[in-house]
Nanobody
Framework: QLQLVESGGGLVQPGGSLRLSCVAS????????IGWFRQAPGKEREGISC????????DYADSVKGRFTISRDNAKNTVYLQLNSLKPEDTAIYYC??????????????????WGQGTQVTVSS
């Protein structure tokens, strides 16, 4: 069974940090580009970051650029998203997704093949 599992979410104060993890089971994450998406209550799902198979290409939404960092460890079948300088508007459910593409990555949700269940990030004082 192909599965992605996110972890690392939680409650953090503004300005704080979290590291999210996305672990694959049932398939080799190293064969997929990975994207991180988030959805806040009443808002549309937003693509926030992605990383290519090799890790050589990354992309970020303007809303998180300079604050979030994506990385991957294919040997551990895991992709990470480091969240720094968190703001209340970062509060959302964060999802990782996998796309079977050989080159590059993108922030378009409809292109992704597999999705995790999400992890809640709440930024509040």
């Amino acid at each position: 069974q192909l599965q992605l599992v996110e972890s690392g979410g939680g409650l953090v104060q503004p300005g704080g940090s979290l590291r999210l993890s996305c672990v694959a089971s049932g398939f080799a994450l190293g064969n997929y580009a990975i994207g991180w998406f988030r959805q806040a209550p009443g808002k549309e799902r937003e693509g926030i970051s992605c990383i290519s198979i090799s890790g050589g290409t990354t992309d970020y939404a303007d809303s998180v650029k300079g604050r979030f960092t994506i990385s991957r460890d294919n040997a551990k079948n895991t992709v990470y998203l480091q969240l720094n300088s968190l703001k209340p508007e970062d509060t959302a459910i964060y999802y990782c997704a996998a796309e079977a593409v050989l080159w590059g990555c993108n922030l378009f949700a409809e292109r992704y093949d597999y999705w995790g269940q999400g992890t809640q990030v709440t930024v509040s004082s």
